[in-house]
């Protein structure tokens, strides 16, 4: 089962941005679905958005326009471009594969928005 390492997250100011990076242990090149998702906290983990092999993506709306999820078959590596942070954008970070998570969650990435 391939194995996922998010990183790249921190502090950030509102309306600052990070991107964050998630490394498989396999090839990706073959696998359908990539998604993003984050738990804040008290909250459960909710989906964030999600990329498919040919490239389609799908934000849910409290991310659309802001943040920008892409992959690079080659670098078995998916990435998520974050930008116009708001506090509420504060979680931690995780990536998985299918439309279902397949994988094990990793630890993720923190991401704290905050003056």
């Keep these: 089962q391939v194995q996922l390492v998010e990183s790249g997250g921190g502090l950030v100011q509102p309306g600052g941005s990070l991107r964050l990076s998630c490394a498989a242990s396999g090839t990706i090149r073959d696998i359908e679905v990539m998604a993003w998702y984050r738990q804040a906290p008290g909250k459960q983990r909710e989906l964030v958005c999600i990329i498919t092999k040919g490239g389609t993506t799908h934000y849910e709306d409290f991310v ?21 942070l708001k506090p509420e954008d504060t979680a931690v970070y995780y990536c998985n594969i299918g439309l279902v998570p397949q994988a ?12």
């Design 64 to 84: 659309k326009g802001r943040f920008t999820i892409s992959r690079d078959n080659a670098k078995n590596t998916m990435y998520l471009q974050m930008d116009s």
């Design 104 to 115: 094990s969650w990793g630890q993720g990435t923190r991401v704290t928005v905050s003056s």
